[in-house]
């Protein structure tokens, strides 16, 4: 553990210095909160989606996110466009695959993306991996839908489904060779190898709009120059402890939601490697 | 009176019980407003336009809020398919007729929209809600058009025009079938019997882009599960108490509409029923 | 200079006296922070970009801003239809050139648009202006590409570069007889005559998205019923001093960007001219 531990300065300092050019294929609800996100930890984004012009930009980008949270035709051709491109120039792609298991054309386009091109890391909440799962043919116990984009409650990550979830998520990681990233008031991360736990979110990233989809974003910044176990697990912490933060804010002073989203790019903007590593709840699960 | 304000406390338990997912066909430039008054409230949105995937959506969806703010021939393919579906399935739609008056394609929308669909609820300015009484043919003693998107400051309902404002809405949800909300400084809503003025709003509402499209949103979550006249009372109360806190706030800080605009949010999460019923200026027109 | 400076207050109030209509086709990734800023300085915002009703908005609106920062087949069309009818009833156009020189398509728009229509004013980043120097062939020392829609390192405007960069910001606005903004922690404006550089700017401006497309957008009301330099200086210096105020609040409190973002559009909101004039760092280069 402190093997991982100790490469998290160095996974923040190459996104501070590199400011790796972040290529967001995305939904319209959260692009402004990703793009934020991105600027506030030292990356840049740019959001283009036009298959006119997708295989340019992958070009001079450092990392690819798809985010399936508002598809349209038009999207999915700029999708596989550029997933075609930054597989072939090994940028790595990083994959959100919001809504997961509510329609057809979201598990169609999902499977389509894990199967025919390089994807590097994968971050979904519990009730999207498990319809990952369930579309890789990994066997389930359960069969639960989520609720439309947010986690369905009876897949929220609890100590008590800890390691039946944590086994899924990495069966997913070893099946499709990438970093699996399930994220909820705990976040299971695995390579395939590890599992591991960070137990630092709270229930109010879940009551605004966006957590998630900033989180991919900057899985995105940080896979550009970082090895992708350690850049998924900082990020993780990262967004987490911020969250953390946001809601200490929050409750301090009697404010709800609103606050807490423009606190939780603060805290991006703000922390750095010594309070991520001092604040983090993290271990192996096996 | 009473009869109706002993019921929002029940409409509110609801939203928060049972979490609609509240599913927005709706413009880019509020989308992500309208999701976290959504969330603030309690309930959880979904916002997918594309026609391919709609049906499923609605299947699983609470309610449909259709938001014609940024029309795109593509969009008015799903608004369609989904209205067939909901009106199908007898999910309750919500019309957000954004810029009504201001083209003929906003203008022909809204009248197949009313025509031909089971809509439940109508949420407008008072410039929209007088151009739907146009296109209803409901006689009209002046002619004026919105400023774009926003209310034409002639249109403004004020003490002056209270009634004769009122008479139009009640008009409309008579004709309609359905609850017509004219929001503003003052609200006004009718079923087409009764006519309720709320008047709890101010103009720093109007000086954000949202307040408007946020109120459609989270009347489309009260409409779930909740009587649609007791719904629509309650978000305009919820709204428009929420508007009246946040500017108190940035007034004694000396802020401005940025942290309004948080504040917004923060006071849709944190009020609850009691404070709601307390502060509520709202009684009968007729 | 004192001739100039003596204008602001007028150009202020006309804003606020007149709210022009801003019609914008812009990108979904800051088009909130655009509409929230055009209302925050009192004027009104309208997003509409389908070609089906783009003529009749334009044909209310006061002006049109035209922002390429996320392009597809269906908005250029919208894009060349706007900008015909606006020339045709002398409408001001303003071009917001995002991510210039990035791609063929974003080039292609660029230059169609300054050479076919009647633009008033162009408002980029340092790289984004060079990009179109390029363009129109207007000889250039180096030859750097921009970093995706964010300025490039080398392109940052500074004491060091100021003449040399107010030389390619002048050029560009002769040939193309408007005015030139160039933004960054220094502006650059130019008529063709005159070089004006603003230093109210700071690097927390790069650090949110949507600095830029926002200082475009208000110069789109600004132009409407101002003369389009002394529209432009006050749009900038407006922006400028608001970014500066945003920053020493922030830094004061320890906040981050999240927080930025919200007194941003605050200062819009509460700056009046005695403060602009009082802080505004504006000096002639030639």
Redesign the interface.
């Known amino acids: 553990m402190n093997k991982i531990i100790n490469k998290i300065p160095d996974a923040m300092d190459k996104v501070k210095e590199k400011?790796p050019?972040t290529?967001c294929i995305t939904?319209?609800?959260?692009?402004?909160?990703c793009?934020?996100a991105i600027?506030?930890i030292g990356a840049?984004?740019?959001?283009?989606?036009?298959d006119?012009?997708v295989e340019?930009?992958v070009e001079?980008?450092d990392s690819l996110v798809i985010n399936i949270?508002?598809?349209?035709?038009?999207q999915i051709a700029a999708i596989k466009k550029s997933c075609e491109y930054a597989s072939k120039t090994n940028t790595p792609i990083i994959l959100d695959p919001v809504?997961c298991g509510?329609?057809?054309?979201?598990n169609e386009i999902t499977i389509d993306l894990i199967t025919n091109y390089n994807i590097q890391a994968i971050r979904g909440n519990m009730s999207e991996v498990k319809a990952i799962a369930r579309l890789l043919e990994i066997d389930l116990s359960n069969n639960i839908?989520g609720?439309?984009?947010?986690v369905s409650k009876d897949d929220i990550i609890t100590k008590e489904n800890l390691s039946e979830n944590g086994e899924i998520v990495k069966k997913i990681a070893l099946k499709t060779n990438s970093i699996v990233i399930a994220s909820g008031p705990i976040d299971i991360i695995s390579d395939g190898n590890l599992i591991i736990a960070i137990e630092n979110g709270n229930e109010m990233m879940?009551?605004?709009?966006?957590s998630g989809c900033m989180l991919s974003s900057i899985v995105g910044s940080f896979l550009a120059f970082n090895d992708p176990f350690i850049g998924s697990i900082t990020s993780s912490l990262l967004m987490s402890i911020a969250g953390e933060k946001a809601r200490e804010y929050v409750n301090n002073k009697?404010?709800?939601?609103?606050?807490f989203?423009?606190?939780?790019?603060?805290?991006?903007?703000?922390l750095d490697s010594d309070e991520i590593i001092s604040k983090g709840n993290i271990y192996l699960i096996e």
């Open positions: 400011n050019l290529h939904n319209f609800v959260t692009v402004n909160d793009a934020n600027l506030a840049s984004p740019i959001m283009a989606d036009d006119a012009e340019e930009i001079i980008a949270g508002k598809l349209s035709k038009f809504g509510i329609s057809k054309l979201r839908k609720k439309g984009v947010d879940e009551k605004i709009t966006g009697n404010l709800g939601t609103g606050t989203r423009s606190k939780l790019i603060d805290y991006l903007f703000l």
